[in-house]
């Protein structure tokens, strides 16, 4: 799949945010953002941006009462091979979905790649997912810096986004602008020097942000902790 017409990408936005609302997740969803080409009002839409703030699974309260009443650590270790059921994704959503469950290399439940097997599904639609504990906002700024530290842009947030749903609102208002392009946002290096960069810096974060998504095929996904 080489992209999204525009009115396409809104759409499966929309559908996103749906299932989010209605459906139970492996990991509780706070807020959900679209960022880069999509909001910037491209059409087509090359590759979909879509950000995700959750909540760390500090205590699951469906391990108690899930299937069998048995550990769903231990059950999940025995049938999937897959450790941290129960405590970094869902027990009743693991046991509702387990063929959705994804792990880490370390073969430990991965929030942020369960949320996408819910979520995406089809590896073939251009969508990046990013997934962290932090507001947009927060990691944005985050990233920006860890970036500058390690002198690797392409680990940067395209600070260029739109707030879709929160707290169990969905921003209608949002939706309309996205759908008729009334965003009004700056290049992504003139975006980066607002955060503090200087021209030289900002330029080469945005070529080099601008590589690394050309390279990104299907459905990606990548999170962190903050």
Request: aromatic share 4%; glycine share 8%.
């Amino acid at each position: 799949m080489s992209g999204f017409d525009r009115a396409d990408a809104v759409a499966r936005l929309e559908e996103l945010v749906d299932t989010v609302e209605r459906e139970q997740l492996p990991v509780p969803v706070r807020e959900v953002w679209a960022f880069g080409d999509v909001a910037l009002g491209l059409d087509p839409v090359e590759r979909l941006d879509v950000y995700l703030t959750k909540d760390i699974l500090l205590r699951d309260g469906s391990a108690a009462a899930s299937d069998a009443g048995a550990d769903p650590d231990a059950r999940f270790r025995d049938s999937h091979g897959i450790a941290g059921v129960g405590k970094s994704v869902r027990a009743d959503w693991a046991d509702d979905h387990p063929d959705l469950l994804r792990a880490n290399a370390n073969g430990h439940a991965a929030p942020e790649r369960c949320l996408a097997a819910h979520l995406l599904g089809d590896e073939d639609e251009p969508i990046h997912l990013e997934v962290c504990n932090a507001s947009f906002e927060d990691n944005v700024t985050q990233r920006l810096r860890g970036a500058k530290r390690r002198g690797d842009y392409t680990q940067l947030l395209d600070p260029r986004g739109v707030c879709l749903w929160a707290e169990g609102t969905k921003s209608d208002e949002a939706f309309r602008k996205l759908r008729e392009s009334e965003l009004a946002l700056p290049t992504l290096s003139a975006a980066l020097g607002m955060l503090g960069l200087d021209e030289e810096e900002a330029t080469e974060a945005a070529h080099d942000l601008h590589a690394w998504r050309e390279q990104q095929d299907g459905v990606t996904v990548r999170g962190d902790v903050v």
